[in-house]
């Protein structure tokens, strides 16, 4: 074994020890339980199981339901719901177990998720058979592990995004479209939308799907708040609870608009999203112009991390939607796209074990750009800048 192998096994080796590490850490902890963001997703639920979806988005309700919740462990302060009636209404079944039957349940289901993912890219991308290791990078890579303890459901955002992929690589307009519009169920992530369309070349077929996609998901959001009051003081609520009072602290969030109000603590919520906004419209703008490069690789990988910079609210487990770039990089041929992956997995999976993500939120940007740079000047017309020879 060469040295450079020798010491890239030996990194990989500390870095799976360090995961491992990081499980047993959390799982051993005495209020691990009440940490975590499944019980804010039964609190949700609780709430519309007993009838009172008109006081989802009230603070004081989430309160006391919460603390019911989780009497047996004590008081705590409330780590809000902050997603769409119908996530509430999918964890109600939860509600007849106990906390910890209900983690299990939860983390068993991400598990299998990640699984499935994992088998559906290598029965597309059969050439990633070579890496033998690979299904245990995808459950010990950092987001995953943070995802699966504090018990996301990020591992269907990744799903969603590997169809919408894979429907754009097939031309099937209508799916990609109606797939895109999934990502509701995390709104912030319906940023990616835009990104999708510009890869899509049936645009007619592909509003038709996401109009289905979306209309279909309102409605199902309607009946799950057994009305439209809850889903209009949604957004409000949402601004009123992006602060480090309810667990949204600027220095932990991996995008651009923790790192403006990190810098400019005093600049308000709705300035920065403002910024946020102009910023991602002058990307979306950038990309629509790179679709005659025809590198669907480089657009799309951007595009989702672009999502993440873009979000609001977008913490470690986030940046398990990064498997997708990181998986077409390794499976890809092409010279330089091994250095990519590299830095993929170094950006989220290294740097986001960091308690500081602008580091990372930085990195991300210039890998972005790196990306879009070797899509753009891969006829190797890259004198402007003095590494030539890894493109």
């Not at 590490?21 to 902890?29: D, E, G, M, V």
């Not at 009305?227 to 932990?252: C, H, M, V, W």
């Amino acid at each position: 074994m060469s040295v450079k192998r020798y010491l890239l096994a030996t990194s990989l080796f500390i870095y799976a020890v360090l995961i491992v590490f990081i499980y047993c850490y959390y799982f051993t902890r005495p209020y691990f339980l009440i940490q975590t963001d499944l019980v804010s997703f039964l609190t949700g639920a609780k709430i519309v199981s007993d009838g009172k979806s008109d006081l989802l988005y009230n603070t004081s309700t989430q309160l006391t339901y919460q603390n019911s919740l989780v009497s047996e462990y004590g008081k705590k302060l409330l780590l809000p719901f902050r997603n769409l009636p119908m996530m509430a209404s999918l964890y109600q079944p939860l509600l007849s177990l106990n906390l910890r039957d209900s983690f299990l349940l939860v983390f068993f289901l991400n598990t299998l998720l990640l699984l499935v993912f994992y088998l559906v890219f290598i029965h597309f991308y059969p050439e990633l058979k070579r890496y033998k290791y690979l299904f245990f990078l995808t459950l010990l890579f950092y987001p995953s592990a943070s995802n699966l303890i504090v018990g996301q459901y990020t591992p269907l955002i990744l799903l969603t995004l590997l169809c919408v992929y894979l429907s754009i690589k097939s031309e099937k307009a209508f799916l990609t479209g109606f797939a895109t519009s999934i990502l509701a169920i995390k709104s912030q992530y319906l940023l990616f939308l835009p990104f999708s369309l510009i890869l899509t070349k049936d645009k007619r077929r592909y509003f038709l799907g996401a109009f289905v996609g979306l209309t279909l998901f309102l409605l199902l959001n309607i009946v799950a708040a057994r009305g439209i009051n809850p889903i209009l003081d949604y957004p409000k609520f949402i601004l009123e609870t992006e602060s480090s009072a309810y667990g949204s602290r600027p220095y932990q969030m991996f995008t651009l608009t923790g790192v403006i109000k990190q810098f400019f603590p005093k600049i308000s919520s709705l300035v920065a999203i403002a910024i946020n906004l102009f910023l991602y419209t002058l990307s979306v703008l950038f990309l629509f112009k790179m679709r005659a490069t025809k590198d669907l690789e480089a657009i799309f990988s951007v595009g989702i991390v672009l999502t993440v910079l873009f979000s609001v609210h977008a913490l470690a487990h986030d940046l398990l939607v990064l498997l997708i770039p990181l998986f077409l990089y390794l499976a890809s041929e092409k010279k330089g796209s091994g250095l990519i992956a590299g830095c993929i997995f170094v950006v989220s999976g290294v740097f986001s074990l960091l308690d500081n993500a602008t580091a990372s939120v930085v990195l991300m940007v210039i890998l972005s750009v790196l990306i879009l740079a070797k899509s753009i000047f891969r006829k190797g017309k890259f004198s402007v800048f003095c590494f030539p020879k890894y493109f």
